[in-house]
């Protein structure tokens, strides 16, 4: 079946590191992606991993695939009242993107 | 700013309403989706349209009616909506569309806030 698991809600202190995590069920999806969604905005793309990848870093961004547990995370270093958003983890599949429901940053002063 | 652009942004309509929602993408891709988002679901993908052909029809009630004049531009005409259909309306293009073309990173708008009274 198509689907992909990520908690709702991560609270983080301004300045250390988030890790949101996401796991999703099709072994054969090529891309893995996340999205960043702010208040009252449509969904911006972060960055994405192709599935023969483990590791991408891009600035403050790191995702790391296992692609073994299907595992999927975010980690952003240096956390800023800026991340606060919802941050939806996808997975290809064909034609489709299957996201999942979305983990709530909240950044904690 | 992503390339995709949506009009209006918000919306307030009464049930017995006809309006319409406008999409436009000034990436030169060649696919283009609506989605809904609401509180109490994940994203729910609604109608794919590939080089100007709908691809996909997501068990959609007909009250939403989509249009693809050309590649750049889609359109969610609504009549009779019901107060369920408050939600976050999200258009979305591609670079390639088709199936079995493997991914395409989709490119989101900023969306259309439908509230139906």
């Known amino acids: 079946g198509e689907d992909v698991e990520q908690s709702l809600f991560l609270s983080v202190r301004e300045g250390d590191s988030s890790v949101i995590n996401c796991t999703y069920t099709?072994?054969?999806?090529?891309?893995l992606y996340w999205y960043k969604q702010e208040p009252g905005a449509g969904l911006q793309l972060l960055t994405y991993i192709f599935s023969n990848m483990d590791m991408k870093q891009d600035q403050r961004l790191t995702v790391l695939l296992n692609k073994k547990d299907k595992h999927l995370s975010l980690r952003i270093a240096d956390t800023q009242t800026g991340d606060s958003a919802i941050y939806f983890c996808a997975e290809s599949l064909d034609d489709k993107i299957i996201f999942g429901k979305g983990t709530r940053l909240h950044i904690l002063p | 700013e992503t390339g995709v652009t949506q009009t209006p942004r918000h919306l307030v309509m009464g049930m017995t309403n006809k309006k319409s929602l406008k999409c436009e993408q000034h990436?030169?891709?060649?696919?283009m989706y609506w989605y809904k988002q609401s509180a109490k679901k994940p994203l729910e993908l609604m109608f794919v349209?590939?080089?100007?052909?709908?691809?996909e029809n997501n068990s959609v009630p007909s009250r939403f009616s989509p249009e693809c004049p050309n590649s750049s531009h889609l359109f969610l005409h609504l009549h009779t909506l019901q107060p369920e259909d408050s939600a976050l309306y999200l258009c979305a293009s591609s670079p390639y569309g088709g199936r079995g073309r493997g991914t395409d990173t989709q490119y989101f708008g900023p969306g259309t806030r439908l509230t139906v009274l």
């Open positions: 349209y590939n080089f100007k052909e709908q691809t």
């Open positions: 990436l030169g891709h060649n696919a």
């Open positions: 099709d072994s054969s999806s090529t891309y």
